[in-house]
Every structure is written in C-alpha cells, then in structure tokens.
C-alpha cells in the first residue's frame, strides 16, 4: 500500500506520481497553444459546443479493427464565474496499478455499450456523476495503450454548473476542479520525446499544484485544448502517440504494469 502524499507536497507544482521514464528521453517541443497572447487563451462554454459538437467521432485507433478493448472516459467541462473549468480524478492509493495517478473518470467498455454510455456509467460509478446532467458532445481522437491491447474514447460533457460529487473511496481519492486557463498557462505543459531516436515517440505532462497530469490523460487534455484555442495539434503519432509503436516499445514489463 503506498501512503498519501504529504501535505507539504501539494504546495508545489508537480505530483509525487511515478513516472516510468525510460533511461533514453530528451525534452520534446513546446505546447501547440506557446504562441497564443493570454486573451487568445480564454475559452467560453459556447466555442466547446462549436468546435466538439455532438456526433463529432474522434480518429480511430488502429488497435480497433484488431480486437483491441474498448475503453471510454468522459471529460466533464463547466463554467463557473466565466470560466471554463474541467474535471478530474485522483485514483486511489490502494489499487495495484496506475495508484494516485490524475485521469478523466471511466473504464472498460461492456459488451454493447456506446462510448458515451460507458463513459457516463463510469463518471455515476467513480464520482457519483448524474448522467442526467450531462450534455453529450463529441469525441477526441482515440488513444491507443502502451501495451497495444486497448484504446480509450474520450467523450465531452457539458455539465450546467460546478456539479456536486462524491468519490468512490474504492478507486478514487479526490476529485479535481482545474481551470483551462490554468491548464493553458506558460510553464504548466511540457512534452518529452522517450525512447531511442527511431522509436521515440512524445509523453506530455501537465505538472498542477500538487498532482501531474501524464500519459494518456494528458494526451487527451493537449488535443482538447489544441481545439479549443484553435492551434494545431499535430500529426496522428502527436494525437495518439503510442498507435505507431511495437507493444510494449522501449518499456520493460514492470514499467508497462505503470504505464498506457
């Protein structure tokens, strides 16, 4: 069991998450928004509607055709006082893998689901999200896993106001109210290139007041705010980086366990 981070920890930006980095890394490129002037930067509820409406299919996984899972997670954003404010979780310290890592609420998809039926019954199950609340909009691109077994849909919801939530202390242990300007800031995005130079491939971080945003989840944070600000998020390996790497690539089987 590994203990809760200490409070004087959560003062500083960055988190006591561990990060499987591979001994061959180097610094990758800026954020795809670095350029933007900070009023360029303000995102209204009404551009989400715009730029990610319903019916919007993110860019397939190339594991979907091959039998790969199904997984779907739903990224929930409100407006409070103007602003626009997205919602994650910490996972438990208890679990055996990905413990206090920072994730958008969901899991594997049951046979039949939708992914944005899986997406909402994962939020009702982990946060104790009303499904009723949520306004469906479009999909992100899919991310494929590290290990090449699953890809994951991320599915927006617009949520009328600062939902009231409960956490599942079996898998979570608190739910984050994080700002996209926060998200946008200067210094709080960077990217890393791991792996030798002809598997190398980009890992992005968000580091947050006492938590950092890593791997898949922060994957998906870089292409919506890519398109909430209208810059360009790059090719598919920069939406989806691990679709064009051999299971596993550059990562042992104990960093893998850690890794997606």
Do not use: C, K
Request: hydrophobic letters at 40%.
């Amino acid at each position: 069991m590994e203990p809760r981070p200490a409070p004087e920890q959560v003062a500083s930006r960055g988190g006591p998450q561990e990060i499987p980095r591979p001994a061959s890394w180097a610094p990758g490129r800026p954020a795809p928004w670095a350029g933007l002037a900070p009023e360029a930067r303000r995102v209204p509820a009404e551009r989400v509607r715009a730029v990610l409406p319903p019916g919007r299919r993110g860019a397939p996984s190339p594991v979907a055709t091959e039998g790969g899972t199904p997984s779907a997670v739903l990224v929930p954003l409100y407006e409070e006082r103007g602003e626009l404010q997205v919602v994650l979780t910490r996972r438990s310290w208890h679990l055996r893998t990905h413990r206090g890592e920072v994730s958008f609420p969901g899991g594997r998809a049951e046979p039949g689901e939708s992914p944005l039926q899986t997406a909402l019954r994962e939020a009702a199950e982990e946060v104790a999200l009303d499904p009723a609340a949520v306004e469906p909009l479009g999909e992100l691109d899919h991310l494929t896993t590290v290990t090449r077994r699953a890809y994951i849909v991320p599915v927006l919801g617009l949520l009328p106001s600062r939902p009231e939530l409960r956490p599942n202390d079996a898998e979570v242990d608190a739910v984050l109210h994080v700002p996209v300007a926060e998200l946008l800031a200067d210094e709080v995005f960077r990217e890393e290139r791991w792996g030798p130079p002809e598997l190398a491939r980009p890992v992005y971080f968000f580091d947050l007041p006492g938590d950092t945003v890593w791997g898949a989840t922060a994957a998906m944070l870089r292409e919506l705010l890519a398109v909430l600000t209208g810059t360009d998020p790059g090719g598919p390996q920069d939406r989806d980086p691990a679709r064009d790497a051999p299971p596993g690539a550059w990562l042992t089987p104990e960093q893998q366990r850690r890794v997606v």
